[in-house]
């Protein structure tokens, strides 16, 4: 059964600014994610994008607005705070660990989880061996999901990069997120890489129930995979709705076609 | 070949004290991504805090036992190192999350040339005994085989043990715990371990103060043959072709490194130097990392350099 009903808004960004120096990155911006649902985050390059995806996960600090998550508001956050609280992520361009193996790099995802001390972990004794197992049992789960068996035992940076791409989404399934945050999933990728992706996103959000927010450039697949989008031109909010809506958009139209003067 | 024996031997021993130096650069670079400059001003540190604790301790708390006394100097010796650590992230690294190598680098710079200068006005800056029992008495192997025998210094036969613990003990943690493998997720990418809810401060912390622990022993094991002095914190230059030979993200490479280097060293010394003038101990094994960069540089056990372009 398809745990996939969607229900209150879990994460509201509210009024978020930021500013580098001078140049503003994102102005006055809101906008909300409910449970279970696929949001996508688009426009132009350089709208801020990745930007507003740094604000939720704590890599930046908006100078002014609040983000509520599941209930608690916060001006800040910082990358950790967001991990425990169940915010995972992807990177645009690839942060993979890439002198490990792919097993490595998606154990890395179960870190928070692990319970057992150090000694113990060391010399594999009693309640570590059994941890390690489940963890890793889990990770198997995550591998045979995104059909990466073939390469557990690679190092990462041997991989290509739809691959990497995959390993890089694997990771972030390890943490077990309530939130995922996908920065261009299929940036760089062939077609058959994009329709695999596709699939992979609709699957997790289907089969675990992860409400997933994320940015991509290919606008036949957000219009495909996601329940609402919001538009983003020039760290501003343009539009915000159903994929039918914000394709009617005259502002959203202007700003991806241009406007004549 | 009884007298190349003892070279080889003695070689060995020296290069077993040269990996133990090593092993902190290797430690802080897997763990961390930073090549630490530090760590031969580390080794100079926690061998003064041991060689003075272990002095004013026994009057100060009235201690007759030897041994206690050294291990009340050892445990304060490494919580130093620890408080060093920490002082260390707090001041200088929580401040560089996510910045370049090269920035690291020349921080680890500063931290060398003020740990240096503070650990000798804190501690004092004359030459220190650091005596922590290690037998001084010669031991001569295979005397039937060989006329006079072979001289083993029994102090190096200790060290050597000491460090071959070291190594394994360290060799696990890293490969077969989950902070192991999260040290080596920070040393990847500060910004994708951070992401995955590792705390970054947590394990530099723990990074450092195991690297202050490996230079607490490299001091007192070079401090106990040498004095501590300040030429300790030289020894660090000993260090850098091990670790161009053995590869900087190599635990065992740091030993092997070490090893080849050491016996390298006398050999040539031995052997070769007559033939240059003598003196070449000192610039060989240089000549013999550059050598080997030119054929290997990511060393003999570094993982290969892979660069997409």
Known sequence: ?261 | MGFFLETLISGLMVGMLYSLVALGFVLIFKASGVFNFAQGAMVLFAALAMARFAEWLPPLLGLQNKILSNAIAFVLAMLTMVVVAWLIERLALSRLVNQQGVTLLMATLGIAYFLDGFGQSLFGSDIYKLDVGLPKDPLFLLEGTFQGGILVNKEDLYAAAIAAVLVSMLALFFQKTATGRALRAVADDHQAAQSIGIPLNRIWVIVWSVAGFVALVAGIIWGSKLGVQFSLSLVALKALPVVILGGLTSVPGAIIGGLIIGVGEKLSEVYIGPALGGGIEIWFAYVLALAFLLVRPQGLFGEKIIDRV
């Open chain 1, 1 to 261: 059964m398809s745990k996939r009903i969607v229900g209150d808004v879990v994460l509201a960004v509210e009024e978020i600014s930021l500013a580098f120096g001078g140049v503003k990155a994102l102005t006055g911006i809101s906008f909300d994610v409910r449970e279970h649902e696929v949001r996508a985050i688009i426009g132009p390059n350089g709208a801020g994008k990745s930007s507003l995806l740094n604000c939720i996960n704590g890599v930046y600090t908006p100078q002014h607005g609040r983000i509520r998550f599941r209930g608690k508001s916060f001006a800040r956050m910082n990358p950790h705070r967001a991990a425990v609280m169940g915010i995972a992520r992807t990177f645009q361009s690839l942060a993979l660990f890439n002198g490990m193996s792919v097993l490595d790099n998606i154990m890395t995802g179960r870190n928070l989880r692990m319970r057992t001390n150090l000694l113990l972990q060391a010399l594999r004794f009693g309640p570590a061996q059994k941890e390690e197992l489940e963890h890793r049992e889990f990770v198997e789960k995550i591998i045979d999901f995104l059909e990466i068996q073939a390469y557990r035992k690679t190092p990462v940076g041997r991989l290509p990069y739809g691959l990497q791409k995959r390993v890089d989404l694997a990771r972030a399934l390890a943490m077990e997120p309530l939130l995922l945050l996908l920065d261009e999933p299929m940036a760089g990728m062939n077609l058959e890489e994009k329709q695999d992706m596709c699939r992979f996103v609709l699957d997790v959000n289907d089969e675990f129930g992860t409400t997933i927010v994320l940015i991509e450039h290919d606008m036949g697949v957000v219009m495909d995979i996601s329940d609402r989008v919001v538009v983003l031109d020039y760290g501003r909010k343009i539009g915000d709705g159903t994929p039918a809506e914000v394709r009617s958009n005259r502002d959203v139209i202007d700003a991806y076609l241009g406007t004549k003067h």
